[in-house]
């Protein structure tokens, strides 16, 4: 974690000035990442104006009086397309928390978790939450120049926050070359369920920046300095706001940290977003980082068998819980939520479980979720799938329809960075798959971006 951190913050050191005005947005690539403090807000602000990825259909009479005042992008996706959808409230990346709930046994301050989520996002160059977690910052006290500081200068946070940060850039950004080092740098910090709640919170963070990115949701028009728009605020938006707020000479220019960037050869950064995940391993070597996963030991605790199962409904299946539940149990409200969550996005919805476990393999094995791969290989072989066809996942796809080939895409591409999915990878896929199997594809992104996460963080033992 050290030397991580070190490399991290070596980065802008011999970048020279850059533009001010980020260059035009562009349906056929992934959105540039904005390079200074300036450049985020300039997009931040354009946001507001996002032309909608998703079609939605005219609204009947009925269909109103069922919505009433919720009649916004957002709410009619779930209200469209995402099963119990009903009066627009359910469904739709929510499934997971991010950062302000409490329960007896979190401790971590809701100020530090929202810093962390604001990291998340300038990592996963999400403009529609970076947004939100600006607002929520400021009516959290922190002053412009301390929301400033989070893109880089962490010389003004303590040892035990700049470790936590670093560790909310590594899982977000870099989830396939996660260690046991990566936990071990938090520890001198951090007690075992405060790795776990941090754990929880960026894994959610991650799954709501997927949402939001990739169903293309508008940024709230009164968003930015101290507005209190939006849906989960404490009083609506008397006036519209702006994020075009003054920044201070000391970071008016300073080219981000924190944000992946790509450079040119003459060491200048570029703006491109790109995905950076290496091409998966050789079948062989994947099987051998499986077996490797069987005889692993958790880094984090399990709770008991029938404690877990305590706060489980009745319903459950019997036999031995999965180590994933035992995990999320040692938070008994907010792990029994997540838990439910899961299975609720594994057996509810229109997609074919073949589909789920498909997707679920092409996304763990870009995200070298071990835990995640084998429970997914598990689920394709009870499907009827051959360890050929299983490991077809990780090729070219020519041997699949259009239709899955675009499913595909959305998939893989959400997964690896909320942005390098582009609007006309979507369009393809809504043409080819229809709405509603696209925006409960990107739904269940959402889900498994964080299940990876979760379970490779804590290093579980995959089952037999």
């Known amino acids: 974690m050290r030397q991580y951190f070190a490399a991290l913050f070596g980065l802008a050191a011999v970048v020279g000035p850059v533009r001010a005005d980020p260059p035009p947005l562009s349906p056929a690539v992934p959105r540039p990442i904005p390079l200074t403090r300036p450049e985020m807000k300039e997009y931040l602000e354009q946001m507001k104006a996002r032309a909608l990825r998703i079609p939605l259909p005219e609204l009947t009479e009925d269909e109103k009086q069922k919505l009433g005042g919720r009649g916004g992008y957002e709410a009619r996706l779930r209200f469209h397309y995402m099963p119990g959808g009903g009066d627009g409230r359910g469904g739709g990346g929510g499934a997971f928390g991010f950062g302000g709930e409490k329960e007896g046994g979190m401790t971590l301050d809701y100020a530090f978790k929202t810093q962390m989520f604001w990291i998340v996002c300038r990592t996963n160059n999400c403009q529609y939450c970076q947004g939100h977690q600006e607002s929520k910052l400021l009516r959290a006290g922190l002053t412009e120049d301390q929301i400033a500081a989070l893109d880089g200068d962490w010389s003004g946070f303590t040892a035990a926050e700049r470790a936590a940060f670093a560790f909310a850039r590594r899982i977000t950004y870099e989830p396939h070359r996660f260690t046991d080092a990566d936990v071990a740098g938090l520890r001198p910090h951090y007690t075992d369920l405060q790795i776990l709640e941090m754990i929880m919170s960026v894994a959610g963070n991650n799954a709501i920046n997927r949402w939001k990115e990739g169903a293309g949701v508008p940024q709230n028009e009164g968003g930015g300095g101290f507005g209190k728009g939006g849906e989960k605020a404490a009083e609506p938006a ?16 300073a080219v981000s940290k924190v944000a992946p960037l790509e450079f040119d050869a003459k060491g200048q950064p570029t703006r491109a977003t790109v995905n950076r995940r290496p091409a998966p391993e050789p079948r062989a070597d994947a099987e051998k980082a499986l077996a ?152 269940y992104v959402t889900v498994r971006a964080s299940f990876d996460r979760i379970t490779e963080a804590a290093g579980l033992q995959l089952e037999p």
Not at 242 to 249: D, R, V
Not at 403 to 427: G, I, K, M, Q, Y
Request: hydrophobic content about 40%.
């Open 238 to 253: 008397r006036e519209k706001h702006t994020y075009l707020t003054p920044t201070s000479e000391k970071y008016k220019t």
């Open 292 to 443: 490797a996963a069987r005889t692993r030991t958790p880094r984090l605790p399990l709770v008991e068998d029938a404690k877990a199962r305590a706060i489980l409904p009745d319903d459950w299946a019997a036999g031995p819980l999965p180590q994933w539940v035992r995990l999320l149990a040692n938070f008994p409200t907010q792990g029994k939520a997540r838990i439910l969550s899961q299975r609720s996005a594994e057996t509810k919805g229109d997609l074919t479980p073949l589909l789920k476990a498909q997707a679920s393999w092409i996304i763990a094995r870009q995200d070298r979720a071990w835990y995640a791969a084998g429970e997914a290989k598990r689920r394709l072989s009870a499907l009827g799938q051959t360890d050929d066809q299983v490991y077809g996942l990780d090729g070219d796809w020519a041997g699949f329809t259009p239709r899955e080939r675009a499913l595909f895409t959305v998939a893989r591409n959400l997964a690896a960075s909320p942005v390098v999915l582009t609007d006309d990878e979507v369009a393809a896929a809504v043409k080819l798959a229809g709405p509603r199997d696209v925006v409960q594809l990107i739904n």
